[in-house]
């Protein structure tokens, strides 16, 4: 019976698509209440894959003396192609890597983000404190990071190891990755605001799959645009901002009713 209940609570708005909910975070980050919560971990991103750049061409720089030290005069016109693939190559390698690690690096300031997202767009405050009570949620905050990521290995391996199946295996493996992928940014993403009203990972996960036809098509919208150098950098904040949308409109009544919240 409770689940019942709980399951018709976050179904109540299934009009709207989780795509739906990505575009409309494109609308919130460029409100005026929420750009400075999206301009710090942005700028702490930028600077970091700066760096990371800035480094790694350098050993672009030697490995190609080397190469060029070694090859043949007629295969000199090869520098040409490889100059270009290895720099394309080097930008979307360091975007997935960053992608992940940035999860980490900013998970204090998402959490910031979708509590000022969530207060624009109900026009309630959460009070989860100021920056003291922030350093203190520091351990929970990284905790539940921890929980992500045990919960992506295990399965990412066994997806993984797809790949080693002949034919069908080989066949299958891109397109089960790829929508693993986007469950898979539907959970990080939406965790956030669950996190922020502590509501335990097992329920988010429970409330996610209760509505997956919605959390996926978040998660593909969210993984597409993830692929795209340069422009995924806005992606997790547009992504935390429309994942609140999704929260607010979704689960929020759901949760703040522990009536029919699940066990």
């Not at 983000?113 to 922030?134: I, M, R, V, Y």
């Not at 799959?209 to 993830?226: E, N």
Request: glycine share 4%.
């Amino acid at each position: 019976m409770l689940f019942q209940e709980f399951h018709y609570a976050i179904v109540t708005h299934a009009e709207k698509s989780g795509i739906s909910y990505f575009i409309d975070g494109f609308n919130l980050i460029k409100r005026p209440g929420l750009r400075r919560f999206v301009l710090i971990p942005l700028l702490v991103n930028l600077v970091l894959f700066g760096v990371a750049i800035y480094f790694a061409v350098q050993q672009l720089d030697v490995m190609f003396a080397w190469i060029q030290n070694h090859l043949p005069d007629y295969l000199s016109w090869l520098n040409v192609i490889l100059w270009p693939l290895a720099v394309v190559t080097l930008l979307v390698l360091l975007s997935f890597i960053f992608s992940s690690v940035m999860n980490w690096i900013s998970a204090p300031f998402n959490g910031l983000l979708a509590e000022k997202t969530e207060q624009l767009l109900t026009g309630k405050p959460l009070n989860t404190g100021g920056a003291l009570d922030l350093l203190k949620d520091l351990p929970r905050i990284f905790s539940r990071e921890w929980q992500k990521l045990k919960y992506y290995l295990p399965r990412a391996i066994i997806v993984l190891l797809l790949f080693f199946v002949p034919v069908a295996g080989q066949t299958l493996f891109p397109v089960i990755w790829f929508f693993f992928s986007a469950w898979m940014m539907a959970i990080q993403y939406c965790d956030y605001p669950f996190d922020n009203h502590k509501v335990p990972f097992h329920d988010m996960k429970f409330a996610l799959q209760q509505t997956k036809g919605t959390s996926v098509g978040f998660g593909v919208a969210v993984t597409l645009f993830s692929m795209i150098p340069v422009l995924n950098f806005i992606v997790m904040p547009v992504a935390i901002c429309g994942a609140t949308a999704m929260w607010v409109e979704r689960y929020r009544d759901a949760y703040r009713n522990p009536q029919i919240a699940p066990e």
